[in-house]
């Protein structure tokens, strides 16, 4: 039997966070990985988005520690960092999708993450596609090829027929990359005490 992602985690997160680290596992319990869970993997001209492994662990926390990463929200904990990991190994097994690593394939570097993820809009169960790249990648498309990517794996191999980006109003970056994908405004949603807006698209607009 394998180990679960979090006590896989256990054995190599660094030393400095070391504390931090253990605090976020005693609010997990671990989950064991189903040998009948196929990964995900999608490459594409200059990335490769696949499922997240332990030895993610570092490199995801130097990430979401960034304010410029993680703008337009909270930077995160070690912690936190744990939970998150742990929440999308478990979405792989129950969903068969979540949010993925990006890898740059020139350097084999996780470079962020992009997916899908169960999200409640207004009382309506939706999957959303969201994304976040380190800044030394923006404004090289690869946003927009992610999602691309996301997208039509989503339409392709899944009997999804709708997904939503929410994004706050600011981020306007983001909105382009929606509309690029070929998304179009839906509505305002009111999420975590703020105003979104809501894209759209539907796999019958793309077929």
């Known amino acids: 039997m394998k180990h679960s992602l979090v006590l896989r985690l256990a054995l190599i997160a660094p030393i400095k966070y070391s504390f931090a680290y253990a605090l976020g596992l005693m609010l997990l319990v671990p ?5 009948a869970h196929t990964p995900v993997f999608i490459t594409t001209e200059r990335l490769s988005l696949r499922e997240f492994t332990p030895e993610d662990y ?22 936190k960092t744990a939970e998150f990991l742990h929440k999308h190994s478990e ?8 949010k993925w ?19 409640d809009v207004d009382g ?15 404004g090289r498309g690869l946003g927009t090829e992610a999602v691309i ?20 109003e600011d981020n306007q970056r983001s909105v382009r990359v929606a509309e690029k994908n070929g998304m ?20 019958k607009a793309i077929s």
């Not at 990517?149 to 706050?168: D, G, M, P, Q, R």
């Open 58 to 79: 570092s490199a995801l926390v130097a990430l979401r520690s960034d304010k410029d990463f993680m703008s337009f929200s909270s930077v995160s904990t070690p912690e």
């Open 101 to 119: 690593a990006v890898i740059d394939c020139k350097t084999n570097r996780l470079i962020g993450y992009c997916g899908l993820c169960w999200v």
């Open 31 to 35: 989950m064991v990985v189903h040998a």
């Open 91 to 98: 979405a792989y097994e129950r969903d068969g999708f979540s």
């Open 184 to 203: 179009t405004f839906w509505k305002k949603w009111r999420f975590l005490g703020e105003e979104v807006l809501v894209y759209r698209i539907t796999k």
């Open 149 to 168: 990517a996301a997208k039509n794996w989503a339409f392709t191999e899944t009997n999804l027929t709708e997904l939503v980006s929410c994004i706050s």
């Open 124 to 138: 309506e169960k939706i999957v959303e596609l969201g994304y976040r790249l380190s800044k030394d990648c923006w």
